[in-house]
Nanobody, 114 residues
Framework: QVQLVESGGGLVQPGGSLRLTCAAS????????MRWYRQVPGKERELVAA????????SYSDSVKGRFTISRDNAKNTVYLQMNSLKPEDTAVYYC???????WGKGTLVTVSA
């Protein structure tokens, strides 16, 4: 069955970096665009970044543009989110999403705090 498993979250100081990983299984990742979302308790889930199936087209929310980079390695069935210059307002649970049929992982918590 389709599975998406996020990892790489944790506690980081403002200005620091983290790389999130989404391990995909149960389907051919190379056929699918993928997305990263984030959610703060009490707020709506926010689309952070998206990438097409071959990785040559990406898009970002204004809040992370220039700081975050989405990428993928289809041979490793993995999607990444490199997060640099982290801010306290980036604190959230980050989710990997496959838009077609709307599959989600369980999320990984990123906390940006001094």
């Amino acid at each position: 069955q389709v599975q998406l498993v996020e990892s790489g979250g944790g506690l980081v100081q403002p200005g620091g970096s983290l790389r999130l990983t989404c391990a995909a299984s149960g389907f051919s990742l190379s056929l699918h665009s993928m997305r990263w979302y984030r959610q703060v308790p009490g707020k709506e889930r926010e689309l952070v970044a998206a990438i097409n199936n071959v990785g040559d087209i990406t898009s970002y929310s204004d809040s992370v543009k220039g700081r975050f980079t989405i990428s993928r390695d289809n041979a490793k069935n993995t999607v990444y989110l490199q997060m640099n210059s982290l801010k306290p307002e980036d604190t959230a649970v980050y989710y990997c999403n496959r838009p077609i049929m709307d599959y989600w992982g369980k999320g990984t918590l990123v906390t940006v705090s001094a």
